[in-house]
């Protein structure tokens, strides 16, 4: 898939900001002066490029200042990408299931994750094919975000991932958990502790799951979007530990 640039700024920082298209899918990538750099990517739930873009931006802004260009892409189903029927009777599903005060199925968090995860994980692979090829991206690369199954994933196909930071928060199917056992790649994993949506022993299984020698737990009081700015600041660290 080519990668072709839609639109350019640069922000008040100096980093370049430029949206772009792989084939079908958009996504933005921001740039430091200080080129080439080695480059994370952000991963993000499925509410939409638009909707996520002031997080990620704030994310981008400081990756920036500590030399790393970031990159993201539209997950499928999301934002102006066609609509996926099965991922929303999935999601109604899982409202239901929570207004009903219902404990959430397995049959539901798969039929949630799983197809995610077997369609985006490719898709972030077909980006960083592109995203390397340029001149203004060095290596190596980590993967820092959500959706924990989807970083999951990544860190055990991808072998150009040599570091990762995952945010807990979303529902995690049961083979996801099998796949964990095979992550080698050192991890730093963040966890809101009253997380409203999320299930909080399931978070800790999975980070017993996994097989990295080098993981941290970093969690934190509070709900799903109040990650301390400290928390935010230990895991650029050690993104830069790991990446520089």
Known sequence: MALHFTSEQRLDDDV??????????????????????????????????????????????ACSVAGFATATIELPGSGDRPRWPAAEQARADLRRAMEAGEPVSDEIVDALILPLVDKAVPEWQAALDALLSLP????????????????????????????????????????????????????????????????????????????????????????HTGVPQSAGDEAGRFLARHLK
């Open 16 to 61: 370049l900001e430029r949206e772009f298209t792989l084939g079908e899918i958009p996504g933005i990538l921001w740039t430091p002066a200080s080129a080439p750099a080695p480059l994370i990517l952000l991963g993000h739930p499925p509410l939409g490029l638009r909707t996520m873009y002031p997080r990620l931006v704030a994310r981008a802004r």
């Open 136 to 223: 203004e991206i060095g290596g190596p690369v980590g993967y820092s975000g959500g959706v924990i199954s989807i970083g999951t994933r990544l860190a055990v196909v991808e072998p150009r991932i040599s570091a990762a930071v995952l945010f807990a928060g979303s529902f995690v199917p049961r083979a996801i958990f099998e796949e964990a056992r095979q992550v080698t790649i050192p991890l730093h994993v963040l966890l809101q502790w009253d997380d409203e949506g999320n299930d909080r022993q399931a978070a800790l299984d999975l980070f017993d799951a996994f097989g990295s020698k080098e993981k941290t737990l970093h969690a934190n009081m509070g709900g």
